[in-house]
């Protein structure tokens, strides 16, 4: 099979080789679960008619070419196109590479504010973070997707772009990128998401640390071009098979300087977990005294 005929190879039918299922599915295609990441809800969305996709929770997107690369973890077409013929079973004869295509969704009249919404900072509270803290970190984005208005919790990145949260929706508005929050210490804290960031600053674990918040593991890349000047790098990461990815990249990269934090919580998935299991329960948003 040469490399037209992977381009031919639908979305879903190559999912399904990995073996994946749809979960539900909308008039412009099919939702599933991240076949690279975890996740509690299935964010990831095929369009078949046009051979794309898009993942809505960590800002990804493109062709089946692509979903290779972020399976296989390269950008080197030839691997990918050879990754989609090892899973389907059939030989690579001669490269050829398309023009990339990625679908993002189409965000109007967005608006960004401090945070003040009743309901946002609840859903924050319910995750163990005060008021205090969700207000130094976080803002609040209005935005206009798919023809509905919506609102939530924004935390920006490096690109000034912003991860969205509220209790039904866990997206971004592009640029996709990592924040580096530098408060000239030798000493990073590295963070899957902004939550279990959120985590840290109540648990008093960042203490004047610089941090770096992925924002998706499949930011690894990005963050590698700056954690290499600290002498010490702590990684908060997921207690899953992507965070445990992710942290081996880190070590081969960096050495022996890595420090797996994820010993803290070994019974729990994250340490935002590990936070709403141990601490007590904020009533109200009323700050909290650490």
Not at 66 to 89: P, V, Y
Not at 124 to 149: E, M, S
Request: with cysteine.
């Amino acid at each position: 099979m040469n490399i037209d005929d992977i381009r031919k190879i639908s979305l879903i039918e190559f999912l399904n080789q990995l073996g994946y299922q749809p979960t539900g599915r909308d008039s412009k295609g099919l939702w599933f679960y991240a076949p690279y990441r975890s996740e509690r809800k299935p964010s990831f969305h095929v369009n078949p008619r046009k051979g794309i996709w898009f993942d809505f929770g960590s800002g990804a997107g493109g062709d089946i070419f692509t979903l290779a690369g972020e399976l296989c973890n390269s950008t080197d077409f030839i691997r990918q196109a050879e990754f989609i013929a090892e899973k389907m079973q059939m030989p690579v004869s001669k490269p050829y590479k398309p023009e990339p295509f990625i679908e993002q969704p189409t965000f109007e009249d967005v608006r960004v504010s401090k945070l003040e919404s009743p309901a946002l900072l609840k859903y924050l509270a319910d995750r163990g973070i005060p008021r205090n803290i969700a207000q130094r970190w976080c803002v609040q984005v209005d935005y206009r997707l798919h023809d509905k208005d919506y609102y939530a919790i924004g935390f920006e990145n490096n690109a000034h772009g912003y991860e969205l949260r509220n209790p039904f929706y866990k997206g971004s508005y592009p640029p996709k990128h990592i924040t580096h929050i530098a408060e000239g210490n030798a000493r990073c804290n590295v963070f899957e998401g902004f939550i279990d960031f959120l985590s840290a600053e109540r648990l008093g674990q960042n203490d004047g640390f610089d941090s770096v918040v992925l924002n998706s593991v499949a930011n690894v890349g990005k963050a590698l071009t700056i954690l290499p000047d600290y002498s010490v790098i702590a990684c908060y990461l997921d207690n899953d098979e992507a965070g445990r990815a992710a942290l081996a990249r880190l070590r081969r990269e960096l050495g022996d300087k890595v420090m797996d934090k994820s010993t803290l919580y070994p019974d729990h998935k994250d340490l935002n977990e590990y936070l709403v299991a141990t601490q007590p329960k904020i009533y109200n948003n009323s700050k909290l005294k650490l």
